[in-house]
Nanobody, 121 residues
Framework: QVQLVESGGGLVQPGGSLRLSCAAS????????MGWYRQAPGKQRDLVAS???????NYTDSVKGRFTISRDNAKNTVYLQMNSLKPEDTAVYYC???????????????WGQGTQVTVSS
């Protein structure tokens, strides 16, 4: 089995910063793409940022220049550094990873439990 455990969410004032972490564990042979999604009340779950195993990144337009996604392959961990936070960033943030489990070749998508990020005065 594979588990993705998230941490780093919380309450922050506008203009502040948070760093989210997501660590994958289990009988992992390979992790392909990893990413962060968010879902605000009454809205759809949308991609925030993604990163390939080779380090290629992708961001939704609303967070470009403010958020940075990175990963540590040795630790099976992905991070999301969030700066200049705005109230519109308030949402539950979910980690996602495409994981191959030893000894199988098929990759499956796994989700973290979600962590609340609230940006408010």
């Amino acid at each position: 089995q594979v588990q993705l455990v998230e941490s780093g969410g919380g309450l922050v004032q506008p203009g502040g910063s948070l760093r989210l972490s997501c660590a994958a564990s289990g009988s992992i042979s390979n992790i392909n793409a990893m990413g962060w999604y968010r879902q605000a009340p009454g809205k759809q779950r949308d991609l925030v940022a993604s990163i390939t195993s080779g380090g290629t990144t992708n961001y939704t337009d609303s967070v470009k220049g403010r958020f940075t996604i990175s990963r540590d392959n040795a630790k099976n961990t992905v991070y999301l550094q969030m700066n200049s936070l705005k109230p519109e960033d308030t949402a539950v943030y979910y980690c996602n990873a495409d994981v191959k489990i030893w000894p199988f070749k098929t990759a499956y998508s796994y989700w973290g439990q979600g962590t609340q990020v609230t940006v408010s005065s």
